[in-house]
């Protein structure tokens, strides 16, 4: 997993590295199962707080995206977990919205941008 | 969780300057800044830990011990790193050992020697030549060899150069990473404590304005700017540090207040640097006000 954290940015620290694993999961970029760092070694490894390490694991762990076992550490949830799934589901849907605005503003018919997404889904 | 530092109501007076009331504790398993500016307080609170003050009133606990009653017990694990060095300038790092040794139940040869080889600290030079990255590395080395809980700095980044200031995060971030030892650092440089601190603790004249957790803090705050005349009524009262100029100007602000705010005004992000210096110009405006009355 690639985490980088970039200093001089608003975005507060957690919600980069929340940003980072969430795209890198839902990007297929892990394997299922795959075990995270420790809190205590991502804490040392970025150089960061470990009450900032935690809070970024909770969180992934209540939106789906990993799982906490107890006494063994954080795991990529498995791909079929209902959450991860709504998730990603959730994620296409922005992205579907965000490809239907930007169509239309284009000055794009409805027809055209189905069109034009058929075309890219043959390729 | 357990606190391996507590402080509760501590008292201590001298001429022209008092730490009023500080209290403030450290879990085990993290690290907390120590921050203010000069003259805050800083060294007088780690003098008290370390029983190197008489504190007038309070109790001070360090792994459950009292911090005078259990001094020695207390200083068998614990380690302390200060701006300058308290040893003999012409002894290279051997005889160090044998000066430090005798004092710990727990010294451990293999441990010193193995961090002196990791730190790159030369074994033949007297320390009156090490440079001051170098010198602080040699305390920690020390700490370490006697199996120290919990290690206090005083502003151990001063004078160090950002490598050296980097390496020094390296080692404290290894240091706690098995949940059971703490650091407490006072330091003036923010951005080390901005980035690997837990905890922060912040003292002002003498009391502490803010004990808690870094994240907290730091989005606790919000600075403002904007012009003067689109500050809403009722916001004024809670700016911190207000500093009006010819053009606009800039204060700040509890972020649970931010929302009272017009979208004139831009807000950002507090950095711990600028709370610092918020929290000093408030004081000089309540100073100045006060004698304007007079």
Redesign the interface.
């Known amino acids: 997993m690639k985490i980088i954290i970039k200093?001089k940015s608003?975005v507060?620290i957690?919600e980069q590295i929340e940003e980072q694993i969430k795209t890198q999961i839902l990007e297929g970029k892990t394997e299922e199962n795959e075990q995270l760092p420790s809190i205590?070694?991502l804490?040392?490894d970025l150089?960061?707080?470990?009450?900032?390490t935690t809070?970024v694991y909770n969180d992934l762990a209540e939106e789906g995206y990993i799982i906490s076992v107890t006494g063994k550490g954080f795991f990529v949830a498995p791909r079929n977990n209902d959450l991860l799934r709504e998730r990603m589901l959730c994620e296409m849907e922005e992205a579907m919205e965000k490809v239907i605005v930007t169509g239309r503003n284009a000055g794009l018919s409805d027809k055209e941008i189905i069109g034009a997404l058929k075309k890219f889904m043959e390729e | 969780m357990e606190n391996i530092l507590e402080i509760k109501g501590l008292n201590k007076a001298y001429d022209g300057f008092a730490l009023k009331d500080v209290s403030f504790s450290l879990p085990r398993?993290?690290?907390m800044g120590f921050v203010g500016e000069n003259g805050s307080g800083k060294t007088t609170t780690i003098r008290s830990i370390l029983d190197m003050a008489k504190i007038d009133s309070g109790k001070i606990s360090v792994f459950g011990l009292d911090s005078v009653k259990d001094t020695i017990a207390i200083k068998e694990k614990l380690g302390v790193v200060f701006d300058s060095l308290y040893i003999s300038d012409n002894l290279n790092v051997k005889q160090i050992e044998q000066q430090f040794k005798p004092f710990y139940k727990e010294w451990n040869s293999d441990e010193y020697a193995a961090r002196i080889k990791k730190f790159g600290l030369p074994t033949d030079k007297s320390v009156g030549n090490f440079s001051k990255g170098m010198k602080m590395k040699l305390m920690i080395a020390v700490a370490l060899s006697h199996n120290a809980e919990f290690m206090i700095l005083d502003e151990p980044t001063s004078g160090l150069d950002p490598v050296a200031r980097d390496e020094l995060?390296?080692i404290l971030?290894?240091y706690?990473?098995?949940?059971k030892r703490s650091v407490l650092f006072s330091t003036h440089i923010t951005s080390d404590v901005e980035?690997?601190?837990?905890?922060v603790t912040i003292l002002h004249n003498g009391k502490v304005w803010y004990t808690g957790?870094?994240?907290e803090l730091t989005?606790g705050y919000v600075v403002v700017k904007g012009a003067e005349e689109d500050i809403p009524s009722g916001v004024k009262e809670k700016l911190i540090g207000f500093h009006g100029y010819r053009n606009g100007f800039d204060a700040m602000m509890k972020s649970e207040n931010a929302e009272m705010l017009s979208d004139e005004l831009e807000t950002?992000?507090a950095s711990i640097d600028e709370i610092l210096v918020y929290i000093a110009k408030e004081d000089r405006r309540e100073r100045d006000s006060k004698t304007d009355k007079v």
């Open positions: 200093n608003d507060p957690y205590r070694q804490a040392r150089k960061i707080s470990a009450i900032t809070r | 398993g993290f690290i995060l390296d971030a290894e706690i990473e098995d949940e980035r690997i601190a837990d905890y957790t870094k994240d989005e950002e992000k």
